[in-house]
């Protein structure tokens, strides 16, 4: 999943992430580590399509 910076929307698709174990990109989302999200920040869309790719892969 790509999260991007936003509001609540954004934090309960990072707990469904977290719920279904699934690795979370960050394009500028929110600090989740308390969480216990799995989150892969990165700093351009590509590296983040890069990302879900490469975890597709594995």
Do not use: K
Request: hydrophobic share 55%; aromatic share 4%.
């Amino acid at each position: 999943m790509i999260a991007l910076a936003g509001g609540v929307g954004t934090l309960s698709e990072l707990g469904f992430a977290g719920i279904y174990d699934r690795l979370v990109v960050g394009l500028a989302a929110h600090d989740v580590a308390d969480a216990g999200v799995d989150l892969e920040p990165v700093d351009t869309p590509e590296a983040a399509v890069d990302a879900v790719e490469a975890a597709l892969e594995a």
